[in-house]
């Protein structure tokens, strides 16, 4: 059975699509803006996700999104409104308008469907696209968008993976050894001090970049958009390169892969890293700083599925002992 929450979103998405359509028949239902009275509107669904941080349930051409219980209110209306912005046409996915802008005390927004990357087929990842979209989002400039800008949270949401860690797998023989790593990096990057160091650039950043914030709409072959504004605001660029560098850095994506998107990103002039300089400079706290919270994200998964972590955690949890071995003349930028 649909829980409350999934069957409201149900309602939010199909009124959604058929907004976006008045007139026409909905491929999901087969009813129209008009023609709704009495259907079940859990009907023609399908859920994409239920998550406490966030469900998404599809109706047709639009899905309804219920986000985190905890979100700050007023920055979520202003990504949303950012997302809309003429500025950010072809680089995020714009929302669709909404009646129901909060949900059993969670904000709901909607959005139309697009075609997320295939995971089945590593091959074809957009990496030079969403290096593009990156770059093109981090010289968006910010005075004419809607304000006040909130910051970037990823460096919130690696210390949200640190506390996931210690409340369920504090005992793992690993958590130790990821502590470790975390205490070695800097304030900022543990979401203790307001902001990076000043000679760091702040652009407009997308706070939580991997290859699942990426949809082709329309579907099923337009553009790839970036999705998710949850984590949308104002930071370091360089830390939605992290992911790929650690990644990259701890073996896991082969160095052809790093180098097509390192180069698809600076040639599209993105301001995070300089051109045809060394990029580690950086990168090295932001890659750091995400090897941690991967690695107690993994932690945590694996203690509350009662297995071990697999070879992408183990290799993953392996760098946090090269990172709390690190020695200090090696950082990049001094631990706070």
């Known amino acids: 059975m649909p829980t409350p929450l999934l069957r409201t979103l149900a309602h939010v998405a199909r009124t959604a699509a058929h907004l976006a359509a008045p007139g026409d028949a ?17 009907d023609g669904r399908e859920t994409l996700a239920d998550r406490p941080d966030g469900a998404v349930v599809r109706h047709g051409p639009a899905v309804a999104k219920a986000h985190a219980p905890d979100a700050d209110r007023q920055a979520h209306r202003t990504r ?12 995020l996915l714009p929302p669709l308008p909404s ?11 909607a959005w139309p469907y697009g075609v997320p990357v295939d995971p089945a087929d590593p091959d074809a990842a957009p990496w030079e696209e969403v290096a593009v979209l990156l770059a093109r989002l981090h010289r968006v400039g910010t005075a004419g968008l809607p304000g006040p800008l909130p910051p970037m949270r990823g460096p919130a949401k690696a210390a949200a993976a640190m506390a996931r860690m210690e409340d369920s797998a504090a005992g793992h023989p690993a958590a130790s050894t990821v502590r470790r790593a ?38 099923p072959d ?6 998710d504004i949850d984590d949308l605001g104002l930071g370091d660029p360089a830390w939605d390169l992290a992911r790929p560098a650690a990644w990259y850095a701890a073996g896991i994506l082969p160095p052809e892969i790093w180098q097509r998107f390192l180069g698809a990103y600076t040639a599209a002039l993105g301001p995070a890293v300089p051109a045809g300089a060394d990029p580690w400079p950086e990168l090295d706290v932001p890659a750091r700083t995400l090897t941690v919270q991967t690695a107690a994200l993994a932690l945590a998964k694996s203690a509350a599925e009662d297995r071990q972590p697999d070879d992408v955690e183990s290799a993953v949890i392996d760098a946090c002992t090269r990172i709390a071995t690190l020695p200090p003349e090696l950082e990049c930028e001094p631990s706070s």
């Open 26 to 42: 909905c491929p999901a239902c087969g009813h129209s803006a008009g023609g709704v009275s009495g259907q079940d509107p859990y």
């Open 182 to 219: 975390w205490e070695r990096l800097p304030a900022w990057a543990r979401g203790t001090e307001a902001s990076a160091p000043h000679h760091h650039p702040r652009a407009l950043c997308h706070g939580d970049l991997h290859l699942g914030q990426l949809v082709r709409h329309p579907a």
């Open 222 to 227: 337009g553009p790839w958009l970036l999705i």
């Open 99 to 109: 009646t129901a802008p909060a949900v059993l005390g969670r904000p709901v927004s």
């Open 80 to 91: 949303l409104a950012v997302a809309a912005h003429p500025d950010l046409a072809g680089i």
